[in-house]
T-cell receptor, first 111, second 113 residues
Framework: GENVEQHPSTLSVQEGDSAVIKCTYS??????FPWYKQELGKRPQLIID?????GEKKDQRIAVTLNKTAKHFSLHITETQPEDSAVYFC??????????FGAGTRLTVKP | EAQVTQNPRYLITVTGKKLTVTCSQN?????MSWYRQDPGLGLRQIYY???????DKGDVPEGYKVSRKEKRNFPLILESPSPNQTSLYFC????????????FGEGSRLTVL
């Protein structure tokens, strides 16, 4: 089955800096790669996703890149703000397989 | 408002006392799933359901049961809870399996003494 690894487990940046979180997956059949943000005490919520026919997707300050050959994808947050502080989960799935999540990255943005 | 509702949100119980965590969605989603969240382990799937009366094990099903008698409801049953089932539980639903956004409930924090 699919195995998703996520790094780093914790990340601390200064406000205004960029943050990058990286994930690798094992199943070459995976074709859907979402990122979820979980604020303290809240539920995970989708912030951006990418499908395998696209190499990069951007939404304001966040972007995701996908390298299918290397089986890795990354989340990029630019101009970080304190409200970006949260746990971020990557995930991978295909139509025939359930979503598998990485272990999460706790991002802290220092004012 | 589209939502996934779980109850109870918080529960402290004792070893061996059967409990049920309810989950209901109002989006007419076919796919529903239960996850447990533990520090450093991310979200691990317990059971999932692709439609009414269709359920299957996830990665950590031991000690849990589920049922899907109606499309909107997917309760999680702990027949004889043990302390290692102390965790934060999330129910989630999506239109289809593995191919779109998962909508999560607010979570149920369970403590088994």
């Amino acid at each position: 089955g699919e195995n998703v690894e996520q790094h780093p487990s914790t990340l601390s940046v200064q406000e205004g800096d960029s943050a990058v979180i990286k994930c690798t997956y094992s199943d070459s059949a995976s074709n859907y790669f979402p990122w979820y943000k979980q604020e303290l005490g809240k539920r995970p919520q989708l912030i951006i996703d990418i499908r395998s026919n696209v190499g990069e997707k951007k939404d304001q300050r966040i972007a995701v890149t996908l390298n299918k050959t290397a089986k890795h994808f990354s989340l990029h947050i630019t101009e970080t703000q304190p409200e970006d502080s949260a746990v971020y989960f990557c995930a991978a799935s295909s139509g025939n397989n359930d979503m598998r999540f990485g272990a999460g990255t706790r991002l802290t943005v220092k004012p | 408002e589209a939502q996934v509702t779980q109850n109870p949100r918080y529960l402290i119980t004792v070893t061996g006392k059967k409990l049920t965590v309810t989950c209901s969605q109002n989006m007419n989603h076919e796919y529903m799933s239960w996850y447990r969240q533990d520090p450093g382990l991310g979200l691990r799937q317990i059971y999932y359901s692709m439609n009414v009366e269709v359920t299957d094990k996830g990665d950590v099903p031991e000690g849990y049961k589920v049922s899907r008698k109606e499309k909107r409801n997917f309760p999680l049953i702990l027949e004889s809870p043990s302390p290692n089932q102390t965790s934060l539980y999330f129910c989630a639903s999506s239109l289809n399996r593995g191919a779109g956004e998962l909508f999560f409930g607010e979570g149920s924090r369970l403590t088994v003494l």
